[in-house]
């Protein structure tokens, strides 16, 4: 059984919430069919943030925006091996965007302009922009999902470990 | 951290900071982020000086200028003041910060830990002090401020330290 939430089933948890968590559920909802980034590439953002994290739930999450296969197996496993920036499995474009992704999930203020530079190239301005959102949206339900875990793990109170 | 912004905002200007900003550069995402801003400061589950604390230890954390720079309104007419703002920092655990938002400062380091989680003890001092609804409402103004903050620190042109201290509104930043 996996355990829950992780990034891809957090607004659940978020509900009681109310409005706001309702409207962080419809930015997270837009991300993955937005025109600038593949779904495919974007889970590949999101398993590169899990493995930063070191967080064995995200790592075996199923995302539902994607259909079972999307993701290639050789191209999973190399990102989660965290050889994705020498592999012949990605394009240079699909590097750029998972080197930046990396850089991201570290530190956002040691981005190599060089990085950013090569993710413009590929995406755009509004496609580095929305890279960016992404990654943010993605690093901040990983790290309430792993807090909620702990939290209702300890607590009992609003969803199971 | 790059000196230069990587993208400019876009060449109409309209007065709300979000808008005007790089992010005004993504349509698709755009207006549900600006939504997004309002429901935290007008719909949260706790009063305005509680997310302020969580916004200042995020801000502070993340180390963007502008979000350290920046005080709201709404929080500052709650009662955070700048003196009890400044208290929000390394020694915290020793202020004259309330209970309740020294639990904040808490779950907001719990969040901006690499990686992230929750102690045993700092999981049932959250439930006895707030509602599961309370601890939910917190983690999403968390995720938003953090969001926001992470954005323009990546986007980069962060001007140097220290800026002055700028009351501003919701409205600046909300629909």
């Known amino acids: 059984m996996i355990a829950s939430p992780t990034s891809v089933d957090l607004d659940r948890a978020l509900a009681p919430a109310g409005s706001a968590a309702a409207s962080f559920a419809r930015l997270w909802q837009s991300l993955w069919v937005a025109p600038y980034l593949a779904a ?105 999902a792993r807090c909620l875990r702990d939290f209702h793990g300890v607590t009992g109170l609003g969803g199971s470990a | 951290m790059s000196a230069r912004p990587r993208v400019d905002g876009p060449p109409q200007h309209s007065g709300n900071a979000i808008r005007d900003s790089a992010l ?14 309002g429901a935290v400061w007008r719909r949260s589950l706790v009063p305005p000086a509680l997310l302020e604390v969580i916004r200042l230890r995020n801000a ?31 020694d915290y655990a020793n202020s004259e910060l309330t209970r309740r938002e020294k639990l904040a400062i808490g779950l907001a380091d719990a969040y901006l830990g690499f990686p992230a989680g929750m102690s045993r003890e700092l999981a049932l001092a959250l439930a006895a002090e707030f509602s599961p609804e309370q601890v939910a409402s917190m983690f999403v103004a968390l995720m938003t401020f953090n969001f926001t903050s992470r954005t323009a620190v990546s986007i ?9 201290v700028t009351l501003i509104s919701v409205e600046a930043t909300a629909g």
């Open chain 2, 60 to 90: 502070r954390t993340v180390n963007c200028v502008y979000c350290k720079s920046v005080r709201y309104r709404e929080a500052r007419e709650d009662g955070l003041t700048e003196a009890r703002a400044a208290l929000v920092g390394e």
């Open chain 2, 24 to 37: 005004g550069r993504v349509p698709e995402t755009l207006e549900e982020i600006i939504a997004l801003n």
């Open chain 2, 156 to 164: 980069g042109g962060m001007p140097e330290e220290p800026l002055p």
């Open chain 1, 40 to 144: 495919p590439l974007l889970e590949l953002c999101r398993l590169t943030l899990a493995r930063l994290h070191r967080d064995p739930a995200e790592m075996a999450a199923q995302n539902p925006h994607l259909e079972s296969g999307t993701v290639g197996a050789v191209q999973r496993e190399a990102v989660l091996a965290g050889t994705a920036h020498r592999s012949a499995a990605f394009s240079a474009d699909e590097r750029a965007v998972l080197e930046f992704a990396e850089s991201y999930g570290l530190d956002p203020q040691t981005i190599p302009d060089a990085t950013a530079e090569a993710v413009r190239a590929a995406l755009g301005d509004a496609g580095l922009v929305f890279l960016i959102e992404a990654l943010g949206c993605l690093d901040g339900r990983m790290r309430a």
